[in-house]
């Protein structure tokens, strides 16, 4: 499984990028306004930093000609660009439209197995179950990222699962089983993913054990 970082925040995105397990972005306007800065300017260097990995940056409007205009201006920013579609009527047009040019995107807003189908058909290159939002109503959204990845493989589509809206290390754990191409975190979902407590205490035990240790040698 891919990790992407859902953010546009820079020092999270080097910080993670450390790890060498960091394989593209995801972004919303909603990510976009937090950073409180102009949209293609926050974009832009999101898109420097990844170099040739991939980056979703989403159209502003659900109206399909204007997404493709988007979508082509984005393009035109860097061509890491995946250019993100809401998935309604004018989004599977767009998707579609989108695809005979050329241009990747991925289909977000993504709550049932209909939705992922239509949009995976429609030529969507990566689309992304919100799973924290379903479980958030109840809904299992564990579940939908199994039946898009069993949908996708099944019909030979080139199409990558994103496992989106993650809330916990349980749902990464998760998205890993049911066999997501992609998850994508928040910042904190990851650096809350690596910790045990069982890491801690060992690491300390080893440490102080090994400190004991060098000052007997040293009588
Ligand atoms: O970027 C899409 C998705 O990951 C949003 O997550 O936490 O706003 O439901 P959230």
């Given at each position: 499984m891919d990790f992407y970082l859902d953010t546009a925040d820079i020092n999270q995105i080097k910080e993670i990028d450390k790890?060498?397990?960091?394989?593209?972005?995801t972004t919303n306007p909603s990510i976009i306004a937090k950073t409180g800065r102009d949209y293609q300017e926050a974009v832009s260097e999101v898109l420097a930093i990844m170099g040739n990995r991939p980056v979703s940056v989403e159209t502003l409007k659900d109206d399909a000609e204007v997404i493709v205009e988007q979508g082509k201006k984005y393009r035109e920013w860097g061509n890491n660009v995946v250019v993100k579609?809401?998935?309604?009527e004018e989004g599977l047009k767009a998707l579609s439209e989108l695809r005979k040019l050329g241009i990747p995107t991925n289909a977000t807003l993504i709550f049932s197995l209909n939705q992922g189908i239509l949009a995976a058909e429609a030529g969507a290159n990566y689309i992304s179950p919100f799973v924290g939002r379903l479980d958030d109503i109840g809904a299992d959204g564990i579940g939908l990222v199994e039946d898009c990845v069993n949908y996708v493989e099944e019909n030979g589509l080139d199409c990558k699962i994103i496992s989106a809206s993650l809330r916990s290390p349980q749902h990464l754990e998760e998205s890993a089983k049911v066999g997501a191409h992609i998850a994508t975190c928040p910042y904190s979902l990851l650096t809350k993913a690596l910790k045990h407590p069982l890491n801690d205490i060992g690491l300390k035990a080893f440490l102080d054990d090994w400190e004991k240790a060098k000052k007997k040698l040293k009588k």
């Amino acid at each position: 499984m891919d990790f992407y970082l859902d953010t546009a925040d820079i020092n999270q995105i080097k910080e993670i990028d450390k790890w060498g397990i960091l394989r593209g972005v995801t972004t919303n306007p909603s990510i976009i306004a937090k950073t409180g800065r102009d949209y293609q300017e926050a974009v832009s260097e999101v898109l420097a930093i990844m170099g040739n990995r991939p980056v979703s940056v989403e159209t502003l409007k659900d109206d399909a000609e204007v997404i493709v205009e988007q979508g082509k201006k984005y393009r035109e920013w860097g061509n890491n660009v995946v250019v993100k579609v809401a998935t309604t009527e004018e989004g599977l047009k767009a998707l579609s439209e989108l695809r005979k040019l050329g241009i990747p995107t991925n289909a977000t807003l993504i709550f049932s197995l209909n939705q992922g189908i239509l949009a995976a058909e429609a030529g969507a290159n990566y689309i992304s179950p919100f799973v924290g939002r379903l479980d958030d109503i109840g809904a299992d959204g564990i579940g939908l990222v199994e039946d898009c990845v069993n949908y996708v493989e099944e019909n030979g589509l080139d199409c990558k699962i994103i496992s989106a809206s993650l809330r916990s290390p349980q749902h990464l754990e998760e998205s890993a089983k049911v066999g997501a191409h992609i998850a994508t975190c928040p910042y904190s979902l990851l650096t809350k993913a690596l910790k045990h407590p069982l890491n801690d205490i060992g690491l300390k035990a080893f440490l102080d054990d090994w400190e004991k240790a060098k000052k007997k040698l040293k009588k």
